[in-house]
């Protein structure tokens, strides 16, 4: 199991801030969609420039041209890319091959699906890395979360790995990982604690027990 930092409310220099505080208790460095509308493939680059050791997750969110936009997004330094999972078929496949040229990954993002079993086990089969729940931030404001979603996902995804995102806190942290997810992603849990450091260490070790 692997934790994943989102990073969606930071400009370029305050990203690389955070990410200097708790590198060493996380797996994957999420450059959130606000990073990349704000500040473009740059913060991709300059993250990944900054922490190789790092994989990278460019949240874009694809919802067309698949392949070029994850050409783009490896090209910059991307290991991880995100398509929409209410995309076309094609658009996910395009997103998959250009990725299979460059050993990169796509996580396909399944808010506002549906029917989010029947949806799972079609990009499931398109031949994506990543599955993910996810509760957006209008959706948490409803007080919403994906923890049950993820239960759903996993008795239909069989080639994938799962990911489940929104609103995970320490707190509420165990019962995600009772539901067994691949990849465990984590924003203002981590980056709204006074202690960063002390969050992300805490939330390894409990991602890393599992």
């Known amino acids: 199991m692997k934790l994943q930092l989102a990073l969606d409310l930071v400009d370029i220099s305050g990203a690389k801030a955070v990410v200097a505080e708790v590198a060493e208790y996380i ?26 050791a790092l994989t990278v997750l ?21 290991g991880i890319v995100t398509v929409l999972g209410v995309s076309d078929d094609s658009t996910i496949r395009g997103a998959v091959e250009e990725a299979k040229k460059t050993g990169a990954e796509i996580l396909v993002d399944l808010i506002n699906v549906k029917d989010l079993k ?15 729940v996810h509760s957006g931030y209008d959706h948490q404001a409803e007080g919403k979360n994906s923890f049950a979603d993820l239960r759903d996902i996993k008795s239909v995804v ?21 539901a067994q997810p691949d990849l465990v992603i984590v924003g203002g849990g981590i980056t709204g604690e006074a202690d960063m ?6 939330m390894k070790r409990l991602v890393s027990q599992a």
Not at 58 to 78: H, N, R, S, T
């Open 27 to 52: 797996d994957i460095v999420e450059i959130g969609t606000p990073v990349v509308i704000n500040e473009g493939l740059h913060a991709v680059k300059a993250i990944k420039d900054a922490f190789p």
């Open 58 to 78: 460019a949240d874009l969110k694809i919802m067309d041209a698949g392949g070029y936009e994850v050409m783009k997004a490896v090209e910059a330094g991307a």
């Open 118 to 132: 029947a949806r799972a086990a079609e990009v499931d089969a398109l031949g994506v890395d990543y599955v993910c």
């Open 158 to 178: 069989t080639r994938a790995k799962t990911a489940i995102a929104g609103g995970i806190k320490l707190s509420t942290l165990p019962e995600v990982i009772a």
């Open 197 to 202: 450091k002390a969050a992300a260490a805490e």
